[in-house]
């Protein structure tokens, strides 16, 4: 198994839509948590860290549900503009000051 | 500004010739990391450094090596390339750790015929 999953997509979804993506986590003892969107073949940024009471920055909310383990990304109102891959991206098991990172779920927003 | 930067962006070459990816950032960040991409693989650590002259063993460190001889640069070498290291790479640095944001540069693009 994996240690950090993602559906790959691709979500095509109109502009004004909301749309959510999940992430589930093997480690249980993973701490931090954080979404990055990549842009085609370009370098991943940081979109948000996940918190355990949830957090929401504009238009992203991201939530984290340790029982569970898994991490979810809401977008609301979506633009063009967040046509990209989003990726889940968790600290590892297998050795300090790692990250782990998903495949990424790929969103297309279209007019 | 606050940036990583990379060199190459795009290389071609042929199997065995050694070279050089070089890395550089002027953040000031303690912690640096190369990364490899792949389709259907996602991002996977090759190497990652903690700070100067400290460096260990990241998910694929088979057939790399890094430097760590100041604190900016954190050069990646391919002794003999194969084939199979045709990747994107891409390096990072964060403040001290995973607990921070990572910032990466552009990519290297690495075609090894």
């Known amino acids: 198994r994996k240690e950090v999953e993602q559906d790959p997509g691709p979500f095509n979804v109109p502009e004004g839509a909301t749309v959510a993506f999940n992430c589930t986590y093997s480690?249980?003892?993973?701490?931090?948590f954080f979404w990055y969107r990549q842009d085609c073949r370009k370098e991943p940024k940081l979109l948000m860290s996940?918190?355990?009471s949830g957090n929401e920055d504009g238009r992203f909310t991201a939530q984290l549900n340790r029982a569970s383990q898994y991490i979810s990304l809401l977008i609301r109102d979506s633009k063009l503009s967040d046509s990209a891959t989003y990726l889940c991206v968790v600290t590892s098991n297998t050795g300090f000051q790692k990250l782990v990172f998903g495949t990424g779920t790929r969103l297309l927003v279209s007019p | 500004e606050a940036q990583v930067t990379q060199n190459p962006r795009y290389l071609i070459t042929v199997t065995g010739k050694k070279l050089t990816v070089t890395c550089s950032q002027n953040m000031n960040h303690e912690y640096m990391s190369w990364y490899r991409q792949d389709p259907g693989l996602g991002l996977r650590q090759i190497y990652y450094s903690m700070n100067v002259e400290v460096t260990d063993k990241g998910d694929v460190p088979e057939g790399y090596k890094v430097s760590r001889k100041e604190k900016r640069n954190f050069p990646l070498i391919l002794e003999s390339p194969s084939p199979n290291q045709t990747s994107l790479y891409f390096c990072a640095s964060t403040l001290a750790g995973t607990h921070h944001e990572q910032f990466f540069g552009p990519g290297t693009r690495l075609t090894v015929l």
């Open positions: 996940v918190y355990s």
């Open positions: 480690n249980s003892a993973s701490q931090s």
